[in-house]
């Protein structure tokens, strides 16, 4: 794995636990949306960091606002006063932090010509549904498929993908890293089934969904949105200043 994608997996974690932990103060929502712009900012540093080591480009098309990555005082409230248990404001403080670096690092690959691609960075041990897509490479503006606390996070690439980013979920299985499998989902690996299907077999999709909507400012379409409407890259420049995300 890149030093840049460990780094940054170590410092997203401290965020978000971090803003756990606030959990419970009068000033949450201030917390959250200090942690939200952190992270932003982390997610940015890492991709620049990440281009440094591969030898490509760190070259910029437009100036990321950070300001608009970072939910609304008003929204971030009202979601925390529609959560009624401590371990859901919990939840939904971590999910809001590690969402907005996701999508500062959608933005912040948009804006950058050299990276065309992004890989799944797994942090294990970790959940089955997130070992099956560990070390896969998407186009650069692929939604980020995640669940609820997900902290995985993407690494940049260029138009080929290097070695040192790919994640084998065989291995992961294998080595004990992947938590949730029965005895005999450990025994079936081990026999060389493909963890991909036993984890799947009665999952479906297993249960990641792209993107978050809590980062809409009004009708404001999220980045995700934004890149998943148009694979035409100006055009997406183009869609991300007009929403602000870019300057």
């Not at 939904?92 to 050299?114: E, K, W, Y």
């Not at 996070?153 to 040192?164: E, H, L, Y």
């Not at 989902?185 to 984890?199: F, H, I, N, T, Y």
């Amino acid at each position: 794995m890149l030093t840049a994608a460990r780094e940054h997996h170590r410092e997203a974690q401290r965020l978000t636990r971090s803003v756990v932990a606030a959990v419970g103060s009068s000033k949450l929502a201030a917390v959250v949306a200090a942690h939200q712009a952190e992270a932003v900012d982390l997610a940015v540093h890492a991709v620049g960091e990440a281009l440094s080591e591969q030898g490509l480009d760190q070259a910029v098309a437009a100036r990321l606002n950070v300001a608009a990555l970072v939910t609304p005082s008003t929204v971030l409230l009202a979601l925390l006063e529609q959560t009624e248990s401590r371990a859901g404001v919990a939840r939904l403080a971590h999910t809001l932090v590690a969402d907005a670096g996701r999508s500062g690092q959608m933005v912040d690959f948009a804006r950058r010509p050299a990276v065309q691609s992004y890989v799944r960075v797994v942090n294990p041990p970790c959940c089955g549904r997130c070992a099956v897509l560990a070390g896969r490479a998407y186009p650069y503006s692929t939604g980020f498929r995640r669940h609820p606390v997900c902290d995985c996070t993407m690494a940049p690439s260029g138009a080929d993908v290097p070695a040192s980013l790919i994640t084998d979920p065989q291995q992961l299985a294998r080595a004990g890293k992947v938590r949730g499998l029965s005895r005999a989902d450990e025994q079936a690996v081990s026999l060389g089934a493909a963890v991909d299907q036993v984890v799947n077999v009665r999952r479906r999709s297993a249960g990641l969904t792209v993107g978050s909507s809590v980062l809409q400012r009004g009708r404001r379409p999220t980045p995700e949105g934004i890149l998943r409407a148009t694979s035409d890259r100006e055009q997406q420049l183009s869609l991300l200043r007009v929403h602000g995300y870019l300057a």
